[in-house]
């Protein structure tokens, strides 16, 4: 357990626990506010984020930053994003569950230290794991569940938005959930 924000990511960043430590270019930590009431929480790296050592910085991090902009939200203000793993799983596979099963501990360690009152997973591999194991998106977007005294919530991942744009209106309706749950 870490009580201590430099220590913790000091220690990520070396980490070598799985063998995505192999083949990345970047580690990617997390970027945002440590005291935000809010988090995101994606899969795990794309290519762009490899190479630049930040979570959702190609054309989804482009619709996620003007999503989250709609209700006054920020990467660089008021929110945390973080990812279920920090290194980039090859070929944008989705994380194993026995890489997600270990690198889940230095998010488990990020939640403690930045105590939001609200986790929002981007996506099935994020809602699944941090939600539950039979999470499906396109029934369960927009709920919110408490659990250990933080509301999680799932919602579309925004490369799948970009795949699939007839639910951006969905989206857009569970982040204006978020927004009245956050400014009550
Ligand atoms: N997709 C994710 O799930 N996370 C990122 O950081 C980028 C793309
Ligand atoms: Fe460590 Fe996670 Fe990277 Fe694996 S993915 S090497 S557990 S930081």
Redesign the pocket.
């Known amino acids: 357990m870490y009580n201590n924000w430099e220590k913790l990511e000091e220690d990520?960043r070396k980490?070598?626990?799985?063998?995505?430590?192999k083949t990345?270019t970047n580690?990617v930590f997390g970027i945002g506010n440590r005291n935000a009431d809010v988090l995101f929480v994606g899969e795990g790296p794309g290519e762009n984020e490899d190479l630049q050592g930040e979570p959702f910085v190609g054309r989804s991090g482009k619709l996620l930053d003007s999503m989250l902009k709609c209700i006054d939200l920020d990467r660089n203000e008021n929110i945390y994003i973080a990812n279920i793993?920090?290194?980039r799983p090859p070929k944008n596979r989705d994380?194993l569950p026995q890489?997600q099963d270990?690198?889940i501990e230095?998010l488990r360690e990020q939640v403690r230290l930045i105590k939001p009152k609200i986790i929002v997973c981007l996506g099935r591999v994020s809602a699944q794991r941090l939600i539950s194991p039979d999470f499906k998106v396109t029934q369960q977007h927009g709920e919110f569940i408490e659990k250990n005294g933080i509301l999680f919530m799932g919602t579309f991942h925004p490369a799948a938005l970009l795949r699939n744009p007839n639910n951006k209106p969905l989206a857009f309706e569970d982040f204006i959930k978020l927004r009245d749950k956050l400014t009550k």
Not at 15 to 21: A, S
């Open positions: 990520c980490c070598d626990k799985c063998d995505l430590c990345r580690l793993v920090k290194c994380p890489e270990i690198c230095w």
